[in-house]
């Protein structure tokens, strides 16, 4: 079974010939092998030989057609892996740059869809919020029109009701003075009646006068002592004075009371250094002895703005210079009332409130009056009483120069009499 063509490999001896063979070729020499071992296990088994055990198993295999089919073989595969590879390479490269055309492509795609979707988006947005703008504007202008018409509806309720309030207080009012006046005209008489019974006796009349009253008396003595007999209704006991040389009667008047005292404003005394007093049409000069200020004046706000101004010598009567009475009752007179010439009316409070003040003193009166001309500070308002001498007495003094031909406040001088008296005619003179 040996012959010279084959190679005999021992398989206890033989050195393995895959040592010398590529790795590749070396994996198809061993299957080779494994595939020729189990060729010759077959063909000895068929032979029957004797039992393996007296002799070394060994097998021949004539391995050179076998070893250069499987080295082409594997060179064929080696090959094939080769093209394989490259065409992997190749189709690899294809595939990259056709996922980068489709990249690009599909980029462009996006970027030209995306902005096909944010112009029409944009178209759409704007579209809406144009019509939304419209939609508000006009929900806007038709909720500003119904405030609006609400506001006026208000104005219109609040004015009727103003309206009717103010119709309703002034009836009111104008009753609650009706009925006040009614009473204090009662209690007036009632007043001169006991007046009246007290005075029967001369002694009794003098101790229940007060000094304005019985100087008073005196002024009337004296003036029909001159011959003076009827007074007319201008107000001849009207001055002014100066400061320093300069004529004041722009700015301030006052009322000869007594015949070395007169009556003026406060707020002429104390912004003013006056040192003489021109009377009777500022024919008469008297200097100025002493300013008496009521203790409690204030200028902001007016408050007792009165004062007198003593002369250093007595003025003598005249028929058109001498003193006014001053008025002693507590009631303010129903008519009568003079202002340089002019007629002066008593009117309710409420014409003068938002006006000059919010809110009246018991000292201070609201007159009116009847023609329009201009008032100065310490301007004298007079009542003329023709009971039984014509003579005028001094009820009020204006506190505040004015040319507007509306209600003005006055100082009710009654409410001051305790100062005038005590000034100008004390107790020990009485």
């Known amino acids: 079974m040996r012959s010279a063509s084959y190679t005999i490999y021992k398989l206890r001896t033989a050195k393995p010939i895959w040592l010398k063979i590529e790795n590749c070729e070396k994996k198809m020499v061993f299957i080779a092998l494994i595939v020729a071992l189990l060729q010759a296990a077959s063909t000895e088994g068929s032979n029957q030989e004797p039992s393996l055990d007296d002799v ?8 050179s057609k076998e070893i250069d089919y499987f080295i082409s073989l594997a060179k064929s595969i080696d090959e094939k892996q080769r093209i394989l590879e490259e065409a992997l390479a190749r189709l690899s490269a294809e595939v990259k740059a ?3 055309r489709w990249n690009e492509r599909m980029s462009a795609v996006v970027k030209a869809t995306e902005e096909r979707w944010n112009e029409r988006m944009s178209a759409v947005v704007k579209a809406t919020e144009e019509r939304w703008n419209e ?3 006009a929900e806007v202008k038709e909720t500003q029109w119904l405030i609006e018409s609400k506001i006026f509806r208000m104005s219109v309720a609040v004015k009727a009701t103003e309206e009717r309030w103010n119709k309703r207080l002034s009836a009111e009012v104008k009753a609650t003075e009706e009925r006040w006046t009614e009473k204090m005209s009662i ?33 009337t003595s004296k003036l029909q002592s001159i011959g003076v007999t009827s007074i007319t209704d201008v107000a001849v006991h009207l001055g002014a004075f100066t400061e320093g040389g300069f004529k004041l009667w722009e700015l301030c008047y006052f009322a000869l009371i007594d015949t070395r005292f007169v009556l003026t404003a406060a707020d002429c005394l104390s912004s003013h250094n006056v040192t003489t007093l021109e009377l009777n049409l500022y024919i008469v000069l008297k200097k100025v002895k002493a300013i008496h200020i009521h203790p409690e004046f204030s200028i902001n706000p007016a408050l007792n703005n009165i004062g007198l101004i003593e002369m250093n010598s007595e003025v003598e009567y ?3 210079l001498y003193p006014a009475c001053m008025y002693t009752s507590a009631f303010n007179p129903k008519s009568g009332l003079m202002e340089r010439g002019t007629k ?4 309710a409070d409420s014409e003068c409130l938002n006006k000059h003040t919010t809110q009246l003193l018991p000292n201070q009166m609201c007159v009116k009056s009847l023609t329009h001309n201009c008032r ?3 301007e004298p308002i007079f009542v003329l009483n023709e009971e039984t001498f014509s003579k005028h007495q001094l009820v009020g003094i204006i506190g505040k120069r004015s040319c507007i031909d509306e209600p003005y406040v006055i100082t009710n001088v009654f409410a001051y009499l305790d100062f005038i008296e005590s000034i100008v005619w004390p107790k020990k003179e009485n």
């Open 376 to 378: 100065q500070k310490g």
């Open 98 to 100: 056709t996922e980068e």
């Open 56 to 63: 070394p198993l060994s097998i021949y295999v004539d391995a």
């Open 344 to 347: 002066v009316q008593i009117v």
């Open 135 to 137: 939609r508000l504007s």
């Open 318 to 320: 005249t028929f058109d």
């Open 187 to 219: 209690l007036e008489n009632k007043f001169k009646n006991l007046s009246n019974q007290l005075t029967k006796s001369p002694d009794i009349a003098t101790l229940h006068k007060r000094p304005a009253e019985l100087a008073c008396e005196k002024i």
